[in-house]
């Protein structure tokens, strides 16, 4: 199983990464066989071309389901960003730029990206889980213990999450944001960081969080360009697969190896 974190509309460095892990070949179609391949959300923002990104991933899909492998992705904050912005624009939000869409532009948002933006594209995200668990680990965009304001289940988690995300309740979207501002919830250098994973890990009945959402720079103090593969933390309970791409990181597709 392959995973890859957030992209941020680099859609060129997408290609590159994919055809480097030899799952995509020099026609862009797909090439991986059975392989299985999952996205950690954050597909827009801060980058060139998020609907690019998510048009690859689209097509790659139907392709990778024919050849008799996967690809599926998770909902990022920046969809949810994206999103709000579409279905509320200029409606008051808590956040700082006191509309949805000024807090999106705030984010990173691209307007391109906003013009661009067709039912099916929302159709397709509308639709995307909060978290899986993939042979007993748990696969979520956040390093963030806000998922457990919406159950205490993956199913729980994701059918909240669909829920609001078919809802025109503004004030629903706005907690949700809200939800995806924390960061670094398990980490080493905060007090039972360790402890904090484990618990969260024992609700959704997994081993191992994989997780983006906190560029790998962030947390090590190293430039961006130098990050190369993925952080393994809190005592080996947490893998943190954002690269930093938008930050100039090269990101990098990690391969999931076996539990011991």
Request: net charge negative; glycine share 12%; with cysteine.
């Amino acid at each position: 199983m392959y995973i890859i974190g957030d992209i941020h509309g680099h859609y060129g460095r997408l290609i590159a990464l994919l055809q480097n892990a030899r799952l995509m070949g020099d026609d862009l179609s797909w090439a991986g066989g059975d392989s299985t391949l999952w996205f950690l959300g954050d597909f827009f923002d801060r980058g060139p071309d998020g609907i690019g990104v998510v048009n690859l991933v689209m097509r790659l899909q139907r392709e990778a389901q024919a050849a008799g492998g996967r690809i599926e992705a998770l909902v990022g904050n920046h969809e949810l960003t994206l999103l709000s912005a579409h279905h509320f624009g200029q409606q008051a939000s808590t956040g700082p730029g006191r509309t949805f869409l000024a807090d999106w532009k705030r984010n990173g948002g691209i307007d391109q990206d906003l013009a661009r933006l067709t039912d099916q594209h929302i159709e397709w995200l509308s639709n995307l889980p909060a978290m899986a668990k993939i042979d007993n680990r748990l696969l979520a965009h956040a390093d963030a213990l806000a998922y457990t304001r919406y159950g205490l289940s993956i199913v729980e988690v994701n059918d909240s999450f669909a829920a609001m995300m078919r809802s025109e309740d503004d004030k629903l979207w706005d907690e949700a944001l809200e939800a995806f501002s924390e960061h670094e919830a398990f980490i080493d250098s905060r007090e039972d960081g360790a402890s904090r994973a484990q618990a969260f890990l024992r609700i959704f009945g997994a081993e191992q969080l994989i997780h983006g959402h906190t560029p790998i720079s962030k947390v090590t103090r190293q430039p961006a360009r130098s990050i190369t593969g993925a952080l393994v933390y809190a005592n080996g309970l947490c893998v943190n697969v954002d690269g930093g791409i938008y930050q100039g990181g090269s990101g990098f597709v990690y391969e999931v190896p076996s539990l011991n």
